[in-house]
């Protein structure tokens, strides 16, 4: 069973598309999280949430909107996708917790996303 | 602002050497220092971390040293394997709760056999 889940795994569409990303954790964990990784692969979070409630909200374009149906599930919608959008973007999850634990995130294998 | 800064940017290192991979960071309230390892086509998997209060942490071939007053803190990776060709990030988080974490830019690590 994969931990942490993301589709499509690609996902290839034209400048000015609205696109959908998914992630769902199986671990129980109260927090998700989006990063994004640039060609140079940069890591930068996006977004964070923590049982269902935005927590984490980095400087993002506003086309960028994270939804999070229930704590195991986190998507991300980009609307009016830009050639700068392209880049591959990961879902993560962690838990509350003390002690090292608690900070472990647990990262999908990320969505390649390819705005031409 | 590059909050945590790696180097060097790629790595090679001949079978059983040692990698050495060194981070700094700015900001002192940074409480927790993980290091990730990438494979091509994965995400990135937490490899060891560390909190300030220790100078070392080991598990297996891999060693986290902490520098608290010299703001650093680097990977070592002993008897180096062609399976430890990866890239390798060190990151930063401080305080409760959800943990944002700040990366470094990353290092291309190859393991020549």
């Known amino acids: 069973d994969t931990a942490v889940s993301q589709t499509p795994k690609y996902l290839v569409t034209q400048m000015g598309n609205d696109k959908s990303i998914k992630c769902e954790q199986n671990l129980g964990h109260d927090t998700m999280y989006w990063y994004k990784q640039d060609s140079k692969k940069f890591l930068k979070i996006m977004f964070s949430?923590?049982?269902?409630?935005?927590?984490i909200n980095e400087t993002v374009p506003n086309r960028f909107s994270p939804k999070s149906p229930d704590k195991a599930h986190l998507n991300l919608h980009i609307n009016s996708l830009e050639l700068g959008d392209s880049a591959v973007y990961f879902c993560a999850s962690s838990r509350e917790g003390t002690g090292l634990t608690k900070n472990i995130q647990y990262f999908g294998a990320g969505t390649r996303l390819s705005v031409l | 602002q590059q909050q945590v800064k790696q180097s060097p940017q790629s790595l090679i290192v001949q079978k059983g050497g040692i990698s050495i991979i060194n981070c700094a960071y700015e900001n002192t309230a940074f409480d927790y220092f993980p290091w990730y390892q990438q494979f091509p086509g994965k995400g990135p998997a937490l490899l060891i971390a560390i909190r300030p209060d220790v100078s070392e942490k080991k598990e297996g071939r891999f060693t986290i040293s902490f520098n608290k007053s010299a703001k650093q803190f680097s990977l070592h990776i002993m008897d180096s394997q062609p399976g430890d060709s990866a890239t390798y990030f060190c990151a930063a988080s401080r305080g409760r709760g959800a943990q944002k974490l700040v990366f470094g830019q990353g290092t291309r690590l190859t393991i020549n056999p």
């Open positions: 949430y923590n049982n269902k409630e935005l927590i």
